[in-house]
């Protein structure tokens, strides 16, 4: 398993971006004294260092994703029948590892299914699937999700790792390198970039930088290219295939100021921004032990470019489980999967239930720690207010946004994926080799309390019938 441990060197404050657990306003000492239930929700941008404001009223507000009509969504979007009591809490649901392992679907994940859903097929709470594959289409991985549990998921139930994008819209009229296999450019265009290249087109703009395969190699000198856009950024979706290649190029792009033809007589520093999605460091398929993940691909670049530099690899930001802006779009997909049945009770608590113990468990308790902050926060609010003038207009307003329905977000592990339960854990984590057992990415300052589980199950479908009976909810 993943050991707990606290890193001997922790990241130094310069490198530590702002959704990183030491930089969240609500986290550090005396910064949670402020703050209503609609300020909690912006404030998940907070942790990220350039998401706009402004995006995240868009948002709010339905933004790029407003809702279809109901018999668009298969969502079941009819009033709830009078049988049940409504639900007041909902799951988040990580894929690989938890639900299917590569192309298999794991069958405690369909037992499990069978429980969350009525004779109609509806859903009887609400769900997302949360997960840091980015290398599909959000309507594919929805499809798939369906024919494997053996209900119809809509796409606006799946969040993949680079949704949040949508937010970054000082980004979307630059012109941006994305990295990563699969629909790379529909995905980055879906979520708002207008202007893209990608690996490829900068090899093949620029042969003579792709040198390691000797197969590839061009055999004559190729003609100057002189009509290659200036590259404005960099967008890494996940890992990509023929990782040296894309290696190279990426540092190549880096080192030039976003003109890979060129060559600047000083490396610039700051260099162009970095984007990366999933920083997970392995992921679980078919195979008997975990395969490299996207956090892997990060780890090499970052060690090429400080080893070629002199200095640090810095991110503009790192998207993805285990930062907060994706659990508040989760938490944004429930209120509304809520408003469309017609619940009438709001969700008080999630459960997210995960395989992977340096983000999906550490994303889960950070985002209830995050919860438990603001919580305190507006109780002072509401103290302050009261004290100076309970009739006043402020109060009044205030009023409306001190109660915040979502009390608790707990963490369940499975043992289905990458976490084992027959690892070694050392009994005094300050003893361990940081480099050898921690896991989680190189800007994210480690907490064993975050990777400690709140629940740890067998199997997805132990996971339902823990929360139901925690619940008090029938299981049929």
Same mark, same amino acid.
């Given at each position: 398993m993943l050991g707990a441990v606290v890193p001997s060197n922790p990241p130094r404050e310069?490198?530590?971006?702002l959704w990183a657990p030491r930089s969240?306003?609500?986290?550090?000492?005396?910064?949670?004294?402020?703050?209503?239930?609609?300020?909690?929700?912006?404030?998940?941008?907070?942790?990220?260092?350039?998401?706009?404001?402004a995006a995240m009223r868009r948002w709010r507000r339905g933004g790029p994703w407003a809702l279809l009509p109901s018999s668009q969504r298969g969502l079941g979007g *009819?009033?709830?029948? +009078?049988? &049940?009591?409504?639900?007041?809490? @909902? %799951?988040?649901?990580?894929?690989d590892g938890v639900l299917v392992r590569g192309r298999y679907v794991i069958p405690a994940a369909q037992e499990a299914f069978r429980k969350l859903v009525d004779s109609n097929g509806q859903l009887r709470v609400p769900v997302v699937f949360v997960t840091n594959a980015g290398n599909c289409l959000q309507d594919v991985k929805a499809q798939e999700l369906s024919d494997a549990l053996g209900l119809k998921v809509s796409p606006e139930q799946v969040i993949l790792s680079h949704s949040p994008?949508?937010?970054?819209?000082?980004?979307?009229?630059?012109?941006?390198?994305?990295? *990563?296999?699969?629909? +790379?450019? &529909?995905?980055?265009?879906?979520? @708002? %970039?207008?202007?893209?290249?990608?690996?490829?087109?900068?090899?093949?703009?620029?042969?003579?930088?792709?040198?390691?395969?000797?197969s590839r190699r061009p055999k004559e000198l190729p003609p100057l290219t002189t009509d290659f856009p200036t590259i404005e950024g960099v967008i890494l979706f996940g890992e990509p295939v023929q990782w040296e290649t894309s290696l190279q190029l990426i540092i190549d792009v880096l080192l030039s100021n976003g003109n890979p033809g060129v060559e600047l007589a000083a490396v610039p520093y700051p260099h162009i921004p970095v984007l990366a999605c999933n920083m997970d460091l392995l992921w679980m398929a078919e195979a008997k032990m975990p395969r490299f993940g996207h956090g892997t691909f990060l780890v090499c670049l970052e060690n090429i470019y400080k080893k070629v530099t002199g200095r640090e690899l810095k991110y503009e930001a790192l998207i993805g489980k285990p930062s907060i802006v994706t659990y508040q779009y989760a938490e944004y997909l429930i209120e509304q999967q809520v408003e469309r049945r017609g619940w009438p009770s709001p969700i008080c608590r999630l459960y997210a239930v995960?395989?992977?113990?340096?983000?999906?468990?550490?994303?889960?308790?950070?985002?209830?720690?995050?919860?438990?902050?603001?919580?305190?926060?507006?109780?002072?609010?509401?103290?302050?207010?009261?004290?100076?003038?309970p009739r006043s207009e402020d109060h009044s307003e205030l009023r409306k946004d001190w109660y915040v329905s979502l009390e608790s977000c707990k963490s369940i592990l499975v043992c289905t994926g990458v976490y084992s339960p027959h690892g070694d854990v050392p009994a005094d984590p300050h003893e361990s080799v940081v480099e050898t057992v921690?896991?989680?990415?190189?800007?994210?300052?480690?907490?064993?309390?975050?990777?400690?589980?709140?629940?740890?199950?067998?199997?997805?479908?132990?996971?339902?019938?823990?929360?139901?009976?925690?619940?008090?909810?029938?299981?049929?």
């Open positions: 310069s490198r530590t971006p969240c306003p609500l986290i550090r000492g005396g910064g949670a004294r402020r703050g209503s239930s609609r300020q909690r929700r912006g404030m998940g941008l907070g942790c990220l260092r350039c998401a706009s404001k *009819g009033p709830l029948g +009078v049988t &049940e009591t409504p639900p007041t809490f @909902g %799951f988040l649901f990580d894929i994008l949508h937010l970054f819209r000082q980004f979307h009229e630059k012109c941006m390198l994305v990295s *990563g296999q699969g629909p +790379v450019e &529909e995905n980055a265009r879906n979520v @708002g %970039f207008r202007n893209v290249v990608t690996i490829q087109d900068v090899r093949k703009a620029f042969p003579l930088l792709d040198m390691v395969d000797q995960g395989d992977n113990p340096m983000s999906d468990i550490y994303g889960a308790n950070f985002y209830n720690r995050y919860l438990k902050a603001s919580c305190q926060a507006q109780a002072e609010v509401k103290r302050s207010v009261v004290v100076a003038d921690f896991h989680g990415h190189r800007d994210f300052r480690f907490d064993t309390s975050l990777v400690e589980a709140s629940y740890v199950v067998q199997d997805v479908n132990e996971a339902v019938e823990l929360v139901f009976e925690k619940e008090n909810w029938s299981q049929e």
